[in-house]
């Protein structure tokens, strides 16, 4: 079975500056890919970075980048230069390659970028 | 061109009633997931279809739940004799194996009350 640990239940962060979601995950599976989704109060679920277990770099996607450090079992999310559309709870997910590609959720980051 | 659909997007329901909530994926996209979001928690996976496979409902909570999808294309869930912990919103989402990162596009949700 899988797990993901989302610690933090929320963070706060000053705009423009950079702020990181921390991730961990739990699986015995050599095959998996590692998502990060964003969920702003209107409740649509917006994906925004991937990372592969393969991938030997980290992924990055725009202001989003994904510090992955596969023997620690950590999937982080940085936001660089944090504007406050970035206001949201941001969801870590984890997939098993070949296990029908269903997500496993953590419980989720409530982050607030102030001014 | 357009996102995954679902309705309706608020249901409210009397405690023992049947629901029945519609989801119409991304055309062209064979597989089709099925989760559940409490308040305040993380998704929890429901059901996932892919192509003319047999489902995989390992995350149906109970026999109450039941899904299907009808030429591979609108699913409907379905909640028999619901009770007061189904209350969540019920969120759908579709993807397409052709796509490296099978990220997985989410539909608006239905909010499910049961009173």
């Known amino acids: 079975a899988q797990k993901i640990t989302q610690t933090q239940p929320g963070m706060f962060v000053q705009e423009k500056e950079a702020v990181t979601l921390d991730c961990t995950y739990d699986?015995?599976?050599?095959?998996?890919?590692l998502f990060w989704y964003k969920q702003p109060s209107s409740g649509e679920m917006i994906f925004l970075i991937y990372?592969?277990?393969?991938?030997?770099q980290n992924a990055t996607e725009g202001r989003y980048s994904l510090n992955f450090q596969k023997a620690r079992k950590s999937a982080n999310l940085v936001i660089s230069a944090s504007q406050l559309g970035d206001s949201a709870m941001y969801f870590c997910?984890?997939?098993?390659?070949?296990?029908?590609?269903?997500?496993?959720f953590g419980t989720g980051t409530q982050l607030k970028v102030e001014l | 061109g357009a996102g995954v659909s679902q309705s309706p997007s608020n249901k409210v329901t009397e405690k023992g009633k049947d629901v029945e909530l519609r989801c119409d994926p991304i055309?062209?996209?064979?597989?089709l997931y099925w989760y559940r979001q409490s308040l305040g928690q993380g998704l929890e996976f429901l059901i996932y279809?892919?192509?003319?496979?047999?489902?995989?409902k390992s995350g149906l909570p109970s026999d109450r739940f039941s899904a299907e999808r009808t030429g591979g294309s609108v699913s409907t869930l379905t909640i028999q004799r619901t009770q007061q912990e189904d209350s969540a919103v019920y969120l759908c989402?579709?993807?397409?194996?052709?796509?490296?990162?099978?990220?997985?596009?989410f539909g608006p949700g239905t909010r499910l009350t049961v009173t």
């Open positions: 990372q592969g277990s393969y991938d030997e």
């Open positions: 055309s062209g996209h064979t597989a």
């Open positions: 279809f892919q192509g003319n496979s047999a489902p995989d």
């Open positions: 989402a579709s993807s397409s194996f052709g796509d490296s990162t099978y990220e997985q596009y």
């Open positions: 699986t015995s599976d050599q095959s998996y890919g």
């Open positions: 997910a984890m997939e098993v390659t070949g296990g029908g590609n269903k997500l496993t």
